[in-house]
C-alpha cells in the first residue's frame, strides 16, 4: 500500500483494531518516508457472481437498495433495511462460501424481508421469481398465511 502523500510503499503498522464485528480490521500506518499516517482497511471480500458470470463485491448497500423499492409506502424505516441488509450478509458469509451465486442473494433476502413486511415481501418476491399470473401471486400468499398459522399458536 503506497503512501498517499508522496506514494512511498514502505509503511509502518502503528495500531490496527477489528471494526464492523470483526468482519475488517483497520490499520495505522506511518510513512516511512514521509512520516505522514494514513489509515487502511482490510476485509475478506465477498463476491457475488452474477448470471452473466460476471463476479462483483457483495454490497450491503445494494441489498438495501432493493429492498428499499419494494417498501416504498410500506411502514419500514432506514434503520430496519439497514438491519434486514445486515441478516442477509451474515446468511451468506455463514454459507462459508467466498463465492456465491446472485440469485442465492435474493433468497437470503426473502426470509427477512417476509419477517419485516408481508406486502414488501409479495413484491420483491414477484420480481425475484417473475411472477406471471395472478395465481402465482395466490400461490404465495397461501404459502404465507399457511407460515403465519404455523407460527401462531393456537387458543
Ligand atoms: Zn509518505
Redesign the pocket.
Known sequence: MR??????SD?RVVDSREVDEGQAIRRRRS??????RFTTVEEAVLAVVKRSGVTELFSREKVVRGVRRACQGRPVDEDALQQLAHRVEESIRATGCAEIPSHEVGLAILGPLRDLDEVAYLRFASVYRSFSSVEDFEKEIADLRSVRTAETPTA
Do not use: V
Open positions: 503512501c498517499p502523500f508522496c506514494r512511498n509503511s510513512c516511512a518516508q514521509c512520516g505522514r
